[in-house]
């Protein structure tokens, strides 16, 4: 098997982080599903107008949003290349939470 097809991960890790996009990989997996299902339905369009027959522009704009969700579904390593640094979590106490701070009393004079 293809080294790129295991480095996906493929089942719930500990760390999450590990086996999800990124921001910057979501903004490109977008651009990159919008562009080929643009492309794919011009092409589609150009197509079903030359030979008359409107069932190959569907055909092509299928085909074209099969490709793209294999390219922009699955979390590829060219879209977690921006990890995100998280916050280590806080202990958790066993005295009751705070409370909210108490609203001032002043009222402000309207004219």
Known sequence: MLPIFKSIPTHMLADVSVATQDYKGQKLAEQIFQGIILISAAIGFVYGLIIEQFGWTVYIVLAGFAVSCVLTLPPWPMFRRNP???????????????????????????K
């Open 84 to 110: 995100l640094s998280w916050q280590p979590a806080l202990p958790e106490s066993t005295a009751e939470p705070s409370q909210k701070p108490q609203e001032s009393t002043k009222k402000k004079k309207h």
